[in-house]
């Protein structure tokens, strides 16, 4: 057997075993195993965030330490967005083949590798010292350290697929939404401990602890992951998780329109590549992405640059945008549902004039309490159309068959923003000054509220 046989052997999905007759230890082990691996995934992607955003904090030393432009700091940010973007959907259509319990703590310990990587080649590689065929010694270090963070990347875009999965398996339908918007504050609360975390090491312990740091406690994480996760409950030999919570239920028939004989291509084809709504919605979710990670990744470098904050002023401010942003996050989907019965357009619409006001009044804004407010309304009013734009008006504009594939060809396009605002956001800042960055949020912001006015519109015409 060959090596990537074996290695293909080794992460396949288990078998299912034979089914447990007994109730009770079916609802034991269903109740055990529930709770560990949701606050497993839940604490494991705070740990992959504080290995991916800690970047952010770090940009401003690592630019008074190696001498970078912020073009060149865009691109060693955007290298990671690269390779993310691709992953994302690729790793999907692995993970639907490949054992939760193996893949997550493996993509989550060569994601830490890859950040003392990062930090190594910094160490041994001193900007100004190193040649290579004539280039300069600059630019070595430069692409070294974009390599290594886009190999991060990849690693990193491994992390969510297994978790959709587990959350699709492990929990039914009547409560999968909740327990989703619960799981993604994940993102938010790992980005808010990644950036205080990363001020702290800044401050005492100097920009490279920010990378080896957080990858240490990765690694010691893996052994947690992987005693705290398993597959589909046919591997523990469990029922379906729908029968579980309704023994009376009963799979429902095929649908009787043509989704029932089409192949899984042509209803890729049909739902997604032919569908002018999930066009409109990718194309508005690379706005939504720009200002994302534009705030994410420049804010502490623009407060610090342009407001003259302390890097401790800085990160604490810079905390409060992902960390209130849970808010957007948890509350969009509950909102559409509880107030516009299950429509997600109007409360993407209201993020959005929300999101391109707090942007704008905080470009103006010479009052320190208040930016604290400002941040926080940009966290919660990107974060809520990040979740449903990608996720359920996805989804719903979509066919159920092809769940998977629009989330992934909508982040594809999420993360072409990701890439924009860290070249794009460098670029106009190294010929325009921070006010043209402030500007490319806003208007990227306006960009996608007009995309999103014009399928409400259209929505309320059928």
């Known amino acids: 057997m060959g090596i990537l046989a074996k290695v293909k052997d080794f992460y396949k999905e288990p078998p299912a075993i034979e089914p447990i007759q007994d109730s009770a230890e079916i609802d034991r082990k269903y109740k055990a195993w529930r709770l560990k691996i949701f606050l497993s995934m839940f604490f494991g992607y705070i740990i992959f965030y504080t290995c991916r955003k800690n970047i952010s904090v770090a940009l401003p030393a690592m630019q008074e330490a190696l001498g970078y432009s912020k073009t060149e700091l865009g691109i060693l940010g955007s290298s990671l967005y690269l390779t993310y973007a691709a992953g994302k959907f690729i790793n999907g259509i692995i993970a639907d083949n490949t054992n939760v319990k193996k893949i997550l703590p493996t993509a989550l310990f060569i994601s830490a590798l890859t950040n003392i990587l990062f930090i190594l080649c910094a160490h041994f590689m001193p900007a100004g010292q190193v040649s290579f065929f004539g280039l300069p010694p600059v630019s070595i270090l430069l692409w070294t350290l974009a390599f290594f963070w886009g190999v991060n990347g990849w690693f990193q875009s491994m992390g969510f697929p297994p978790i959709a999965k587990n959350l699709s398996y492990w929990f039914a339908n009547k409560e999968r939404g909740f327990k989703w918007s619960l799981w993604s504050s994940s993102h938010e609360l790992g980005t808010s401990l990644s950036v205080i975390l990363s001020g702290f090491l800044i401050i005492h312990f100097g920009w490279e602890a920010v990378f080896y740091v957080p990858a240490v406690f990765a690694m010691i994480y893996c052994i947690f992951f992987y005693k705290n996760l398993q597959d589909k409950p046919s591997s523990l030999g469990l029922p379906d998780i729908e029968k579980y919570k309704d023994p009376d239920y009963v799979e429902p028939e095929k649908q009787s329109d043509d989704e029932a004989t089409l192949s899984y291509s042509d209803i890729f084809r049909k739902y997604i590549i032919k569908n002018p709504v999930v066009w409109c919605l990718a194309i508005a979710y690379i706005f939504v992405y720009v200002v994302r990670y534009g705030t994410i990744d420049w804010m502490v470098m623009y407060l610090m640059e342009t407001k003259h904050y302390s890097i401790g002023t800085a990160t604490r401010q810079m905390f409060?945008?992902?960390?209130?942003?849970?808010l957007g996050t948890v509350g969009a989907g509950y909102i559409s549902d509880k107030f516009f019965k299950g429509k997600r357009a109007p409360v993407n619409i209201i993020c959005l004039v929300m999101l391109?006001?707090?942007?704008?009044?905080?470009?103006?804004?010479?009052?320190?309490?208040?930016?604290?407010?400002?941040?926080?309304?940009?966290?919660?009013?990107?974060?809520?159309?990040?979740?449903?734009i990608g996720g359920l008006s996805a989804v719903e504009s979509s066919s159920k068959k092809v769940a998977s594939a629009v989330t992934g060809f909508c982040g594809m396009f999420g993360y072409i923003g990701a890439i924009l605002s860290g070249v794009g956001t460098g670029v106009i800042v190294d010929k325009f000054s921070w006010g043209g960055a402030v500007n490319f949020w806003f208007i990227s912001a306006i960009v996608a509220l007009v995309i999103c006015l014009f399928l409400y519109k259209n929505e309320k015409k059928k």
């Not at 409060?320 to 849970?326: A, D, E």
């Not at 391109?356 to 320190?368: D, G, P, Q, R, W």
């Open 320 to 326: 409060f945008l992902p960390f209130v942003g849970v």
């Open 356 to 388: 391109a006001l707090a942007i704008y009044l905080f470009k103006f804004n010479k009052i320190v309490w208040l930016d604290y407010v400002y941040i926080s309304a940009m966290g919660v009013f990107t974060c809520g159309p990040q979740v449903l």
